[in-house]
């Protein structure tokens, strides 16, 4: 697939390494990571699994902020570079779409999207139990908090970043409300982000490997490519000491994205390093965001490590397509459109 690209907009300004040695894997870490350490802000023990986007030049972030009593909120943060952040310490302010405050009870693992104008953050919330909440905001002032658009329980909530044959689509994966031993990835669609249905199976866990056996979930919003919509997710094992967290790479197909073209045997990235193994969490690798530029095909993965730091990852568009496809595997019934 020599011709691959992103079909999308150009960010010259984005964070970029080269691959260090032309045998390394076919995603790398940023030298410097981690980039978010541990105590970052007054009052916030631990930044990880957090959402960064482009915004008037510079970079805004949604980071996942452990607070000194152990929980999770969202804070805004903004970047010149994408690198060094500078964190707000007090958490964002939501409102109910008629102005009254509305904070969630708690939140964590945001995405953040874009959709025409509006850029949209989805989570973790309290719904009764682990479920997703959805905001959105114009200029990252106002933040308005839209009806919960799934029943409990469900996490991993990621929007694509345009509507698809008219809707809105959202990927989530349902759970339960405690450390979820099963997951598959569903899709569902909305004219108008309140009414949800057409739901439909994306893909399973399993697959010959045994790194995503567990359970699967989307990560960062979907990239549109000539090949399909290339996604990043995070894939589950069980061991004596407990789940490890991998990344994966998929491509899903433009037009009816619960069908899988192409999706790699092979994690392609695994806790190897200290910020990875040891952490709140050890061995633990979660993307919730990228950002590329579609001239030169550049992609920079955000992903949270061990529960602990922020960390970063680089690829670029030919390489981890070309990836995906030639290390493909059928996994279940992954290419059928999803619905029984
Ligand atoms: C998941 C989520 C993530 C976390 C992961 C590993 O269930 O809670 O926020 O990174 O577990 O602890």
Known sequence: MEHVQIIGERLSNMPW???????????????????????????????????VAPYEGRFVGVFRAETINGRPHLH???????????IEEQ??????????????????????????????????TDFYGAAIGVAKTEDFKTFIRLENPFLPFNRNGVLFPRKINGNFVMLSRPSDSGHTPFGDVFLSESPDFVHWGKHRHVMSKGGQGWWQTV??????????????????????????????????AVIL???EPSRVKYRSANF????ETWYEERGFVNNVIFPCATLHDADTGRIAIYYGAADTYVGVAYTTVKEIVNYVIETHEDVSDDQEIGKI
């Open 253 to 255: 197909d433009h037009d």
């Open 76 to 86: 805004l943060g903004w970047s010149d570079d994408a690198l060094t952040w500078s």
């Open 91 to 124: 958490r964002i302010d939501f409102t109910d779409e008629e102005g009254n405050p509305c904070h969630p009870r708690y939140a964590y693992d945001p995405r953040l999207v874009k959709v025409e104008d509006t850029f949209y953050m989805i989570w973790c």
């Open 17 to 51: 390494q080269d691959k260090p040695e032309p045998n390394a894997g076919p995603v790398w870490r940023h030298a410097q990571n981690p980039i978010i350490d541990r105590n970052p802000v007054k009052g916030i023990a631990r930044i990880f699994n957090s959402a």
């Open 215 to 248: 359970k699967i979930g989307g990560g960062p919003a979907p990239i549109e490519t000539t090949e399909g919509w290339l996604m990043f997710y995070h894939g589950v094992t069980g061991t004596c000491n407990g789940f490890v967290y991998s990344m994966g």
């Open 268 to 271: 392609i990235l695994t806790p």
